[in-house]
C-alpha cells in the first residue's frame, strides 16, 4: 500500500491537544518535530558533544509540526477530511493564537494528484438494507431495488468507505420515519442528510465548520435531485457562533453528529436543545474505546437507551431523548 506524508504545522503548546484529537480520528502514530524540546535537549545535555551535525541544529529555529502518514486510498482521503475539519475547529476555537497556524500539508505529491489517485479505490458500496453509494464517475445497474446515493466528496469528508459513515447510515435507516426532520452536524459531503431524504426524510439541514463541506454537501444535494428548499446548508462553529446557533436551533426529529469524542461530548447540550423529546440522536466518529466516556456524557445530558454499532474499532451510537 502506498502513503502519503501530511504535516500538520501547529506550536508547542498545541501538540498534546492536536495529537488527542488525530486519535480520536483513527491515527495511532505521530512524528512530532519541535523546536522547544531540542533547545531544552541542547541547555540540559549531560554528555560530552564536540559536534551536533548541521541538519540537527536546524531543529532549533524549525517550525513545530506533527508529522502522519495516510494510506492513499479512499479511507485516506476522508481522514485526511476529517483532519482538516478538525483543524478549522481546533483554529475557531483558539481565540489568543496559542497553537500556531493549524495548517495540513502533503509532502511530495500535489493536491490535484492526491484527488484524482484515490479515486480508484472508491467504487460502488451497499449499506443496510436500502442504499448504495457511488461516486459520479462510476456505473451502477440499479437493478437490485436499492436507493442510489451518488457522491462526490471532493475534498470534504464521507465516501462511505470509512467505517463511522457506514455505521451512522445504518443506524439512521433503522430510526428514520417518513417525513422526519433532520440535522446533520458536522456533515462533511453530506453523506447523512442526503442518504436520509432518499430514505424519505422531509427536509434537513445540514451543518459543517468548513465552508467548502457546506458547499460540497449542497452540490451533491442537487446532483440527488433533493429540492433545495427542503436541504439547507450552513458553515461555522455552533458552540462559538452564537448567531448559528440559533439560526439553525428547531425541533428536530433526527439529529446526525459524525464528528469526533471531544466535539460530541462539547455539543451534548446543543444536542439536547434541537431534539424534541422522543427524538433520535446518531452519533459516530468514535474510537471504540472513548464510546463509554461519550455515552455517559450524553446521558448526562437526558440521553437514554444508547444501541451502539461497532465495526473494526469504531463505534457510532443511537440515543433517545
Known sequence: MEWTEVNIYTATAGIELLCSRLTDIGIKGFAIQDAEDFNEFLENKNGQWDYIDDDLMGLSHCETCVTVYLPSNSQGADMLSAIRAMLAEMKSADTNCEYGRLEAELSSIREEDWANNWKQYFKPLKVGEKLVIKPSWEEYSGDDGRLILEIDPASSFGTGQHHTTRLCLELLEKSLNKGDKLLDMGCGSGILSIGAMLLGAGSAVAVDIDENAAATAAENAEKNNIDPA????????????????????????????????????????????CLKDGGILIVSGIIEERMDEVVSALESAGFSSPEANVKEGWAAVRLVK
Open 230 to 273: 427542503l436541504y439547507k446548508t450552513y458553515y461555522g462553529n455552533v458552540l462559538s457562533d452564537e448567531k448559528l446557533a440559533v439560526e439553525i436551533k428547531d425541533t428536530y426529529d433526527i439529529i446526525t453528529a459524525n464528528i469526533v469524542a471531544d466535539v460530541l461530548i462539547a455539543m451534548k447540550d446543543f444536542f439536547a436543545e
